[in-house]
Antibody, heavy 125, light 110 residues
Framework: QLLLQESGPGLVKPSETLSLTCTVSGGSIGSSTYYWGWIRQPPGKGLEWIGSIHFTGGTYYTYYNPSLKSRVTISVDTSKNQVSLKLDSVAAADTAVYFC??????????????WGQGTLVTVSS | QSALTQPPSASGSPGQSVTFSCTGTSSDVGTYNYVSWYQRHPGKAPKLIIYEVSKRPSGVPGRFSGSKSGSTASLTVSGLQAEDEADYSCSSYAGNNLVVFGGGTKLTVL
């Protein structure tokens, strides 16, 4: 059974960097079949895709939401089977529940079939 | 890349059917048959209930069905049950390994 678990600080100060980790168990982030993504949901608002990472041809490739691209970095630690998210220069508008999720690639519909429980990150001084 | 448009709320009585819309553009819903729908109960992780416009993952009841016309996708829940009360969000592939979500619709079962 695939399990994804987000972890990281629940409170981040404005202008600092938000850092979260997604630990994957029951599956390998090195599988070329799937992508590993981050999605967030601000209070009272809809889901917003942040970005994804995918391993293929011996290389990890990243894809980011254009609106967040300048501030986002997604990376992996293959030794720990973890996917990490860094979001720079955060502001109150970045307060949200952050989810990690597995999704299919383009040829399989790009749907998110396994999600973590999510972690609330509040940006406040 | 703009968010897909969903009505903020919908409601229905047990046993009735309700349909939600998800409107995109020719850059996403209108071009790709890669629309997914997610159900999320408060405090829980989202659950995939429809993918590729109208396909249901194993274990999802047949009461949930999806369709698409032009740049608008729809999710229909038939035979409403109390447990269907949740938030429903759509997503669409938008090309170049990008995906866009909708704002979500909160379903209330009266």
């Amino acid at each position: 059974q695939l399990l994804l678990q987000e972890s990281g600080p629940g409170l981040v100060k404005p202008s600092e960097t938000l850092s979260l980790t997604c630990t994957v168990s029951g599956g390998s982030i090195g599988s070329s079949t799937y992508y590993w993504g981050w999605i967030r949901q601000p209070p009272g608002k809809g889901l917003e895709w942040i970005g994804s990472i995918h391993f293929t041809g011996g290389t990890y490739y990243t894809y980011y939401n254009p609106s967040l691209k300048s501030r986002v970095t997604i990376s992996v630690d293959t030794s720990k089977n973890q996917v990490s998210l860094k979001l720079d220069s955060v502001a109150a508008a970045d307060t949200a529940v952050y989810f990690c999720a597995r999704h299919a690639g383009v040829v399989a519909g790009f749907n998110f079939d396994n999600w973590g429980q999510g972690t609330l990150v509040t940006v406040s001084s | 890349q703009s968010a897909l448009t969903q009505p903020p709320s919908a409601s229905g009585s047990p046993g009735q059917s309700v349909t939600f819309s998800c409107t995109g553009t020719s850059s996403d819903v209108g071009t790709y048959n890669y629309v997914s729908w997610y159900q999320r109960h408060p405090g829980k992780a989202p659950k995939l209930i429809i993918y590729e416009v109208s396909k249901r993952p194993s274990g999802v009841p047949g009461r949930f069905s999806g369709s698409k016309s032009g740049s608008t996708a729809s999710l229909t829940v038939s035979g409403l049950q109390a447990e269907d009360e949740a938030d429903y969000s759509c997503s669409s592939y938008a090309g170049n390994n990008l995906v866009v979500f909708g704002g979500g619709t909160k379903l209330t079962v009266l």
